[in-house]
């Protein structure tokens, strides 16, 4: 299969273009220094006003919408579909599109809609976009590899090719949902900056300076556009987090065996140390709830092994509207803050955010205590020994069947060849210590019970997804503030706070690096670069919290008037 790596992938990149239909096309590609920011006015002007109103709507509003019969499914989808062939030329967001098919789902949904005046589930009629994990009939999945072109995964004659559906992909169709396009991804998943031999580099919308993050980093860049009013990405190192904090989207990273993974394409698939989860993303945060919830509805543990039996918990949810809402000394939730977790400080836009959050959880009344952890450096140690247990063998392999180079970003995890992989006996120890690490910090979240003034331990924690508001292109450095999560296998969720402005956000006079890592983050950071990006915080929750968590996350977002 090793042929001309070059002419297939650009043969492949030119496919991509030629699926975006020649009325939305766009005549010149204005360059980062001719238009940093291509949100907003500069993609509206490119629609038509009913265009803009729907795409502009939430996925909540769109339900609403089209179950009320004010909008037609076909009228959102190709409202959706054009604003998303808009962003994959100013971003390079899309590695599939599907908009026929998209278009005759969405008829047949309008033609139930006439014929029974009712919907077939919560998402009908809401276009919903999926990162290149999925298998969807009919359309490719490369996950960004050249030698995943024309195959099911890389093997070139498997019957499954073209026919396979993952399990959450029939879900959404069950529940309405009209799926139209599936986002790029880095080669291999596993980077905090989106990039692959195919299409390039995906560039953050906001700023065009600036990553639009990863692995869900066409997921981010898309939804941030308004192409998408949510989506599904995947997350083992922070990869829902990071594209949400970075394009100012809500999003979760669920505990592993809460939302359905079978049937998904993923690297180093049987590592099951820490695994990677399923979640969405998108610009509200009673979007990511509706997605989350619908999913559920579909009890996803009957057809998933890994999954839970967990239906949605009202009452989880309403806990934390009672608290907020009382008059009374119980009125009152509890978080810690994480400034620092001790290796890197985070750049003075997320210093800010951090502040801003915990600022408006006093103001209204609720304790913030500071968060003083067992060592993160000796979680991150157990984390990410997981990603090289086979020594690199499986991605090595991918890049194998084409012959095409790793980018800088991926060799920098796992080399120009395959190292020696992990004895059974290494990775019984290596989880035996993430066992004993996860009941340490357990027993130190318990202990904030002490501190409270509650007799309850803290609800949530909050701190940085990343060390900086987004990373620029080859400089994601540190991983830190959201693989703990996963080695922690914690519910976390993400809220935007504000944008970096270069009169507020310098470092302190003086400012010294702590060690080489903080260094690396220290010199990256340019105020004139980073204005205007969005920053983020994210609020981290235990084990299999996610209502209590995507409660909290609408409630502090309106605190803070997101």
């Known amino acids: 299969m090793v042929t001309d790596w070059q002419s297939r992938a650009e043969a492949k990149r030119e496919a991509i ?12 590609i204005p360059s980062a220094e001719e238009q940093k920011d291509v949100t907003g006015p500069y993609i509206q002007q490119f629609l038509d006003e009913k265009e803009v109103e729907i795409t502009e709507t939430d996925a909540v509003g769109i339900a609403e919408k ?14 959706f579909c054009h ?55 009919d359309v490719e999945t490369t996950m960004g590899y050249v030698g995943w072109i024309g195959t099911f995964e890389g093997i070139k004659d498997d019957p499954r090719k073209g026919t396979y559906e993952s399990e959450m992909v029939k879900e959404l169709r069950s529940l309405g949902a009209v799926l139209y396009c599936k986002t790029s991804v880095p080669h291999t998943l596993m980077s ?16 065009r300076y600036i990553c ?25 190192g922070g990869s829902i987090r990071i594209p949400a904090a970075f394009n100012g989207l809500f999003g979760i990273r669920p505990t592993s065996g809460r939302l359905p ?24 945060a009673r979007s990511v709830k509706l997605l989350t919830k619908s999913i559920l509805a579909q009890t996803p543990w009957l057809h998933d092994p890994l999954v839970v039996h967990m239906p949605w918990r009202d009452a989880e949810e309403q806990a934390v509207y009672d608290i907020v809402k009382s008059s009374s000394s119980k009125g009152q939730l509890t978080f810690a803050v994480m400034k620092s977790d001790g290796i890197v400080n985070p750049q003075p836009p997320v210093t800010r955010a951090v502040a801003m959050v915990v600022e408006a959880l006093t103001s209204a009344g609720h304790k913030v205590i500071e968060w003083k952890p067992p060592s993160h ?16 063998k499986d991605v090595h392999e991918a890049f194998g069947l084409s012959g095409e180079p790793l980018s800088m970003q991926i060799k920098s995890a796992y080399g120009e060849k395959p190292i020696k992989e992990f004895t059974a006996s290494e990775i019984s120890a290596n989880n035996r210590d993430k066992r004993s690490f996860q009941k340490e910090y357990m027993d130190y979240w318990n202990s904030t019970a002490q501190e409270t003034g509650t ?108």
Request: with cysteine; proline share 5%; hydrophobic share 35%.
């Open 17 to 28: 273009l030629k699926s975006i239909p020649e009325k939305w096309r766009l005549q010149k």
């Open 66 to 79: 089209v179950a009320a019969g004010t909008w037609s499914a076909v009228s959102v989808t190709e409202a």
């Open 83 to 137: 604003r998303a062939s808009l962003a994959h030329q100013l971003v390079n967001c899309l590695h599939e599109t599907f908009f026929d098919a998209a278009i005759a789902s969405a008829k047949e949904l309008d033609d139930y809609y006439a014929q029974h005046k009712k919907t077939i589930g919560p998402l009908h009629g809401v276009p919903v976009s999926l990162k290149d994990q999925f298998h969807v009939k």
């Open 192 to 207: 905090g900056e989106t990039v692959n031999n195919i299409i390039g580099y995906t560039w953050n919308p906001k700023n």
């Open 212 to 236: 639009s993050g990863g692995s869900s980093g066409g997921e981010g860049a898309l939804i941030g556009l308004k192409g998408s009013p949510g989506g599904f990405g995947t997350d083992i």
């Open 261 to 284: 993974y079978e049937g998904m394409a993923n690297s180093m698939d049987g590592q099951n140390s820490v695994l990677s989860v399923v979640g969405p993303l998108a610009t509200t």
């Open 377 to 392: 450096e000796r979680l991150l140690e157990i984390a990410l020994k997981t990603w090289v247990y086979d020594g690199g």
């Open 455 to 562: 007799g309850k331990p803290v609800d949530g924690v909050i701190c940085p997804v990343a060390p900086f508001p987004a990373a620029r292109p080859e400089k994601y450095s540190y991983y830190g503030y959201s693989v703990f999560v996963n080695g922690l296998d914690y519910t976390s969720v993400v809220v935007p706070v504000t944008t970096s402005d270069k009169t507020k956000d310098q470092y302190a006079e003086g400012y010294k690096p702590i060690n080489d890592e903080d260094k690396k983050v220290y010199e990256s950071y340019d105020a004139e670069i980073y204005e205007g990006a969005h920053v983020s915080v994210q609020i981290v929750g235990r084990r299999y919290t996610e209502e209590k968590m995507l409660a909290i996350a609408e409630y502090v977002g309106g605190l803070i008037g997101k």
